[in-house]
T-cell receptor
Framework: KAGVTQTPRYLIKTRGQQVTLSCSPISGHRSVSWYQQTPGQGLQFLFEYFSETQRNKGNFPGRFSGRQFSNSRSEMNVSTLELGDSALYLC?????????????FGPGTRLLVL | AQSVTQLGSHVSVSEGALVLLRCNYSSSVPPYLFWYVQYPNQGLQLLLKYTSAATLVKGINGFEAEFKKSETSFHLTKPSAHMSDAAEYFCAVTISGNTPLVFGKGTRLSVIA
């Protein structure tokens, strides 16, 4: 079974631009979560989607948004990019929305904002 | 709210030596606990998880962890380190009710030949 895939793997943007990242979960998985990983802040939860509905949201500004499609694929969007948005963005999928469910992570998208 | 503290941002061991990575959690209700490993330029891979079935949990690659409620700890161990174990290790906690994972800051493990 294919794992979680994320595209693109690398991105370079400039301040003020917007970016869209994509995540395809493992087949059959309906929950998708997004995390931001930086050297200073570590791994921080962005949001989680289940059956096209946002179930949880972390403490990030409204510039960060996401959505989930009927096939469980998810996208996250960051508008008006800032230098501090440079990070590794990780997507994780799980079968259902239970907290005890294992989350399987993709390889991440590394975003560099110049 | 839950929190995780990983003691030691960097641990260095000799090949063949015991690996001990420390994780302490804070949770007002019974937690679910996870250890993930991250190799350079890769995502996170699950090593093992505790979901209240047994306090000693065995994972992949020879790793295991013991849940100690009285110490609020979930330390990760491996009897004999291998060069391929060099990576960053993350402890994470969540609770029931569809709550997100809360990660520790991570511990980078170096293995010396």
């Amino acid at each position: 079974k294919a794992g979680v895939t994320q595209t693109p793997r690398y991105l370079i943007k400039t301040r003020g631009q917007q970016v869209t990242l994509s995540c395809s979960p493992i087949s059959g998985h309906r929950s998708v979560s997004w995390y931001q990983q930086t050297p200073g802040q570590g791994l921080q939860f962005l949001f989680e989607y289940f059956s096209e509905t946002q179930r949880n949201k972390g403490n990030f500004p409204g510039r960060f948004s996401g959505r989930q499609f009927s096939n469980s694929r998810s996208e996250m969007n960051v508008s008006t990019l800032e230098l501090g948005d440079s990070a590794l963005y990780l997507c994780a999928s799980s079968i259902s929305q239970g907290s005890e469910e294992t989350q399987y992570f993709g390889p991440g998208t590394r975003l560099l904002v110049l | 709210a839950q929190s995780v503290t990983q003691l030691g941002s960097h641990v260095s061991v000799s090949e063949g030596a015991l690996v001990l990575l420390r994780c302490n959690y804070s949770s007002s209700v019974p937690p679910y606990l996870f250890w993930y490993v991250q190799y350079p330029n890769q995502g996170l891979q699950l090593l093992l998880k505790y979901t209240s079935a047994a306090t000693l949990v065995k994972g992949i690659n020879g790793f295991e962890a013991e849940f100690k409620k009285s110490e609020t700890s979930f330390h990760l161990t491996k009897p004999s380190a291998h060069m391929s174990d060099a990576a960053e290790y993350f402890c994470a906690v969540t609770i029931s009710g569809n709550t997100p994972l809360v990660f520790g800051k991570g511990t980078r493990l170096s293995v010396i030949a």
